[in-house]
């Protein structure tokens, strides 16, 4: 017989005695001090003899088992990684119904499955983004065809990582008249160590807007609305008469953040039209899962 139990089979002698709730658990404390049971724990089993329990020992649960990664799971999160390799982690884990760390020690332990880099491992195009994107490539050649204008009114939204400078910086460089003064020295040293990501949104006339996002920084929905918000500010301002107009188009490409329902409902609420942008090259778009055992495996398989 365990502590636990010890002191149950007490509370049901003190019960049977004529003790009441609280005149039992000053004796069980007396008698096992540091281990003996809570006062609530103790007046609940109290109760229970009370009410005419007559076993100490715990109800039959039924539980819940000791872990998730069971035959049927790793079968299963094998053909949902065979019938779409781009799933990631996350998406395996949440289709399957277990946490992302199992999943993590299914997909290495159990299947000796791996990432690679996606670099090295193009992806195919299905053939329903084939047709999608002869789709859009043809509907834009048909707009430059019928309106020379069309690539002008197109502004596009680029990223790359850069050493940043902000503009601050640049002009306060530029009026320092003193190359001795430590001032500029070390803020150009500072300034130089700082990698942010440079967003330029750009037309056929020049440059729209552009700002520097640091690296601590995640472009998310909710901060590419606050850049959109922006550049609406900017094309108002440089470019009046496609503003009047409302005839300038936003080019960006498929990006997660980009896609996202709430920009798309945020660009139709500002009545800015988006140029379609087609489903990515292979050599330009790398897939979020490729697994070299499975390649191995199944070798048709893109």
Same mark, same amino acid.
């Given at each position: 017989?365990?502590?636990?139990?010890?002191?149950?089979?007490?509370i049901?002698?003190c019960?049977k005695?004529g003790?009441?709730a609280t005149?039992?658990?000053e004796?069980?404390?007396?008698?096992?001090?540091?281990?003996?049971?809570?006062?609530?724990v103790?007046?609940?089993?109290?109760?229970?003899f009370?009410?005419?329990?007559?076993?100490?020992?715990?109800?039959?649960?039924?539980?819940?088992?000791?872990? !998730?990664?069971?035959?049927? %799971?790793?079968?299963?999160? /094998?053909? &949902?990684?065979?019938?779409?390799r =781009?799933?990631?982690?996350r998406?395996?884990?949440?289709?399957v119904?277990?946490?992302?760390?199992?999943?993590?020690?299914?997909?290495?332990?159990e299947?000796?499955?791996?990432?690679?880099?996606?670099?090295?491992?193009p992806?195919?195009l299905?053939?329903?983004?084939?047709?999608?994107r002869?789709e859009?490539c043809l509907?834009?050649?048909?707009?430059?065809?019928?309106?020379?204008?069309?690539?002008?009114?197109i502004?596009?939204?680029?990223?790359?990582?850069?050493?940043?400078?902000?503009?601050?910086?640049?002009?306060? !460089?530029?009026?320092?008249? %003193?190359a001795?003064s430590p /001032?500029? &020295?070390?803020?150009?040293?500072? =300034?130089s160590?700082?990698?942010?990501?440079?967003?330029?949104?750009?037309?056929?006339?020049?440059?729209v807007?552009?700002?520097?996002v640091?690296?601590?920084q995640?472009i998310?929905?909710?901060?590419?609305k606050?850049v959109?918000?922006?550049l609406?500010?900017k094309?108002?301002?440089?470019?009046?008469?496609?503003?009047?107009?409302?005839?300038?188009f936003?080019?960006?490409?498929?990006?997660?953040a980009?896609?996202?329902?709430?920009?798309h409902?945020?660009?139709?609420?500002?009545?800015?039209p988006?140029?379609p942008?087609?489903p990515?090259?292979?050599?330009?778009?790398?897939?979020?899962?490729?697994?070299?055992?499975?390649?191995?495996?199944?070798?048709?398989r893109?």
């Open positions: 017989m365990d502590n636990i139990t010890e002191q149950r089979a007490c049901k002698f019960f005695i003790k009441n005149e039992t658990f004796m069980i404390k007396l008698a096992f001090v540091d281990v003996s049971l809570s006062r609530c103790t007046f609940d089993w109290f109760k229970r009370k009410e005419g329990r007559i076993s100490i020992e715990d109800d039959h649960r039924s539980g819940r088992p000791l872990s !998730s990664k069971t035959n049927d %799971t790793v079968d299963l999160v /094998r053909n &949902k990684i065979r019938n779409d =781009r799933l990631t982690v998406e395996v884990a949440n289709e119904g277990i946490s992302i760390g199992t999943c993590h020690s299914i997909l290495s332990d299947l000796g499955m791996r990432r690679v880099s996606a670099k090295l491992v992806k195919l299905t053939k329903e983004q084939m047709e999608y002869i859009v509907e834009l050649k048909n707009r430059v065809s019928n309106d020379p204008n069309f690539i002008k009114s502004i596009t939204g680029d990223e790359t990582w850069v050493y940043g400078y902000d503009p601050e910086t640049k002009v306060q !460089s530029s009026q320092w008249k %003193t001795n /001032r500029p &020295k070390k803020c150009r040293q500072v =300034r160590n700082i990698k942010a990501m440079l967003i330029v949104f750009f037309d056929f006339f020049g440059l807007h552009y700002e520097f640091l690296t601590d995640t998310n929905q909710v901060f590419y606050q959109l918000e922006r609406r500010e094309v108002r301002r440089k470019r009046p008469e496609g503003w009047k107009s409302k005839s300038w936003l080019h960006h490409d498929n990006a997660p980009h896609s996202a329902l709430s920009i409902e945020f660009l139709a609420s500002k009545n800015i988006v140029v942008h087609p990515y090259s292979p050599d330009l778009a790398p897939c979020d899962f490729f697994f070299v055992s499975e390649i191995k495996k199944y070798p048709q893109p």
